[in-house]
């Protein structure tokens, strides 16, 4: 698969955090809304499967086709960019700041909710005919999804709020951990194997990912959805975002570079 070694694809990782904050907006706005839609059609196909099937996994094997795509064809995840931009930061790049890192974040984040809504509403609009009939089968399970997964946090107070935002510290591991599948091969089949690994962990275990909520939670609510918009936010989006943004850069972006680009002495032996 024509494999990069770390040293070599964690400086392509400082590059591409660097890249995306000199891209201007509207390229920026435009690539999050694809990978934002994208993604959302992955997750349907994957709840379809499951509901095809009886069986989740089927559908956990089956959505990392929608990751894989968006990556290929040059596309952004909010998650991604959590984790890349920052490294940009720490490697002092000319014209990097805080400031244009948080900026980067607010389209990347829009691009990916207003793309995700898009296919939220076309999706429901197919499942329920133009709003004129009851949700078929899988309409309703992505709307027991939204009620199980807000609702169901905030039963537990605090707790429960603290167990989605670790839930989403843990998604980004392994979604942040595909993005850098991306980087680490130079033939398409080699990446698409690294990336499609730790995605279909993170969806085999019903890890948060906001982007993809962006489109379930929404789309629940179309189709009769038993939680709220204020549901949605408090007890799932929020919480998802700040865990997705501490795990992506704590357990991938920080430990790759601290250990590979801004590595501690050698030892010197006696």
Known sequence: MAYLVPSEFVTKMVDAGESKIYMSTRDALIRAYMAGAILSLAAVFAVTASVMTGSALVGAILFPVGFCMLYLLGFDLLTGVFVLTPLAWLDKRPGVTVKAILKNWGVVFTGNFLGALTVAFMMAFIFTYGF???????????????????????????????????????????????????????????????????????????????????????????????????????????????????????????????????????????
């Not at 089949?189 to 962006?214: C, Y």
């Not at 204020?230 to 700040?242: C, K, Q, R, S």
């Not at 850069?249 to 002495?265: D, R």
Request: include cysteine.
């Open 132 to 270: 004129s009939v009851p949700p078929n089968e899988v309409g309703q399970k992505i709307g027991h999804i939204g009620e199980a997964r807000t609702l169901g946090y905030a039963q537990y107070g605090l707790m429960g709020w603290l167990t989605i935002f670790i839930r989403g510290m843990l998604c980004n591991w392994m979604v942040s951990t595909g993005v850098v599948g991306a980087m680490i091969s130079t033939t398409v089949s080699g990446k698409v194997i690294a990336m499609w690994m730790p995605i279909m962990l993170f969806f085999a275990m019903t890890f948060e990912h906001s982007v993809v909520n962006m489109f379930l939670f929404p789309s629940g609510l179309m189709m009769g959805g038993n939680f709220s918009i204020l549901d949605y936010f408090l007890w799932n989006e929020i919480p998802v975002v700040l865990g997705n943004l501490v795990g992506g850069l704590a357990f991938t972006g920080l430990t790759l570079y601290a250990t590979h680009i801004k590595t501690a002495p050698k030892r010197t032996l006696v």
